[in-house]
């Protein structure tokens, strides 16, 4: 059992940057691969960002490629999202998750763990 908190949320500009923070529980986070994921008002969660559970391989969304990057500590069981150049599109509740097993980072399906939501908010 994993559980996920994530933080770092807020209101911040256009242009601005923020970094969420995903802190998990128990002993074995370094064998998750983590992915990171966005859901809008009246939209579908769609995905944003994944990392191999040792931090190897990494893989972004079109949409936040070049402007997002994420990374992980395995030593204090955390995963980030550092997000630069936000857009007023990049809006949403980011959530975090932990998948057991390798495969289409994408999609949600592939997670086993879900945090529950961090709101961020971008203004124009």
């Known amino acids: 059992q994993v559980q996920l908190v994530e933080s770092g949320g807020g209101l911040v500009q256009a242009g601005g940057s923020l970094r969420l923070s995903c802190a998990a529980s128990g002993r074995t986070f370094s064998r998750y691969n983590m992915g990171w994921f966005r859901q809008a008002p009246g939209k579908e969660r769609e995905f944003v960002a994944a990392?191999?559970?040792?931090?190897?391989?990494?893989n972004f969304a079109y949409s936040v490629s070049g402007r997002f990057t994420i990374s992980r500590d395995n030593a204090k069981n955390t995963v980030y999202l550092q997000m630069n150049s936000l857009k007023p599109e990049d809006t949403a509740v980011y959530y975090c998750?932990?998948?057991?097993?390798?495969?289409?980072?994408?999609?949600?399906?592939?997670?086993?763990?879900w945090g529950q939501g961090t709101q961020v908010t971008v203004s124009s």
């Open positions: 990392i191999t559970w040792n931090g190897g391989s990494t």
């Open positions: 998750a932990a998948a057991s097993r390798s495969g289409s980072y994408s999609r949600t399906s592939l997670y086993d763990y």
